[in-house]
């Protein structure tokens, strides 16, 4: 079992940034997989960006890339999510999840925080 906790959120002008936090319980971090999924209101929950067990691989939703970065250290059992030239339309509740392996895979995260709210004013 695995419990996620995320923190970091706030409000944030266009063009701002903003660090996500996701402190996650247990001895075996580093054999997790773990994303950063986002839901806007009325809209479907959405994969943003995940990352290997050991940190070496990452994988991002197109209209991320080159602006948001996910990393971990496996040593403080922590993800983060560095967002920046933050937009109106990454507004949304942010979650942490996690799953057991190695697949990059957007499906199957077994473990979910409870969200985090950003808000980017334009």
């Known amino acids: 079992q695995v419990q996620l906790v995320e923190s970091g959120g706030g409000l944030v002008q266009a063009g701002g940034s903003l660090r996500l936090s996701c402190a996650a319980s247990g001895r075996t971090f580093s054999r997790y997989v773990m994303g950063w999924f986002r839901q806007a209101p009325g809209k479907e929950r959405e994969f943003v960006a995940a990352?290997?067990?050991?940190?070496?691989?990452?994988y991002y939703q197109d209209s991320v890339k080159g602006r948001f970065t996910i990393s971990r250290d496996n040593a403080k059992n922590t993800v983060y999510l560095q967002m920046s030239s933050l937009k109106p339309e990454d507004t949304a509740v942010y979650y942490c999840?996690?799953?057991?392996?190695?697949?990059?895979?957007?499906?199957?995260?077994?473990?979910w925080g409870q969200g985090t709210q950003v808000t980017v004013s334009s």
């Open positions: 990352i290997s067990g050991a940190g070496g691989n990452t």
């Open positions: 999840a996690a799953k057991y392996g190695t697949s990059l895979s957007i499906y199957e995260y077994a473990y």
